[in-house]
């Protein structure tokens, strides 16, 4: 086969394989595929799993130790960043479990962020925690009520603040009388549904 006809069928291939998976529904690949990219992530992917550095270069047809080596210092850096990025997220709890750190100072040091609101609104920083890694980029605490990570507070009084924010926000928005629905919106009713859980309880 010649070189032309191999560089034309990996796109083609790629086009065969989407075709399938639009037909399935299931998603397909962006990722524009070339000849040379499915070598290096072969090459890639063989450094990693541990075959010898001479039969690789024998697979890939180099002449030069060097260019294969440039593979397994690929797989190297790509095992440090790994590495730390688990030390970032888990160094503390791999402190704890080594027997570095005890139980009081893991809590203390993992302890939740608090919900960060707009400028206006720092005063009900304390409705809750957030399992977010930093701040939110949504709306707090307007869609911390709406939001599967939120973890409200047990302080009902903060709470039906933040509702009656809410609803000044929208008579504000809407300066005539507002329609009764947009007092109804998710994130008004979903704080409307905490604070009468916490009545309850």
């Known amino acids: 086969m010649s070189k032309n006809s191999i560089?034309?069928?990996?796109?083609?291939?790629?086009?065969?394989?989407?075709?399938?998976?639009?037909?399935?529904?299931?998603p397909t690949f962006d990722e524009p595929l070339t000849a040379r990219r499915l070598r290096k992530t072969f090459a890639t992917h063989a450094a990693a799993v541990g075959t010898?550095?001479?039969?690789?270069?024998?697979?890939?047809?180099?002449?030069?130790?060097?260019?294969?080596?440039?593979y397994y210092k690929l797989g190297a850096n790509f095992a440090n960043k790994?590495?730390?990025?688990?030390?970032?997220?888990?160094?503390?709890?791999?402190?704890y479990f080594s027997?570095?750190?005890?139980?009081?100072?893991?809590?203390?040091?993992?302890?939740?962020?608090?919900?960060?609101g707009p400028e206006n609104l720092r005063?009900?920083?304390?409705?809750?925690?957030?399992?977010?890694?930093?701040?939110?980029?949504?709306?707090?605490?307007?869609?911390?009520?709406?939001?599967?990570?939120?973890e409200a507070c047990n302080n009902k009084q903060i709470h039906i603040e933040v509702l009656e924010c809410m609803l000044e926000d929208v008579s504000?928005?809407?300066?005539q009388e507002p329609a009764p629905a947009k007092f109804e919106i998710n994130h008004i009713s979903a704080c409307r549904s905490l604070i009468a859980?916490?009545?309850?309880?």
């Open 99 to 116: 027997g570095v750190i005890t139980l009081e100072e893991l809590s203390t040091v993992n302890k939740s962020k608090h919900v960060y």
């Open 7 to 26: 560089s034309k069928a990996v796109p083609r291939l790629l086009e065969l394989i989407n075709s399938l998976q639009y037909n399935i529904g299931a």
């Open 82 to 95: 790994v590495d730390q990025v688990y030390r970032e997220q888990f160094g503390t709890i791999f402190d």
């Open 52 to 70: 010898p550095a001479m039969m690789l270069m024998e697979l890939l047809d180099h002449e030069d130790m060097q260019h294969v080596m440039i």
């Open 123 to 150: 005063r009900l920083v304390g409705i809750g925690f957030c399992s977010k890694e930093g701040l939110c980029k949504k709306a707090p605490p307007y869609s911390c009520y709406t939001c599967i990570k939120f």
């Open 172 to 175: 504000t928005l809407f300066e």
């Open 197 to 201: 859980q916490l009545e309850n309880s």
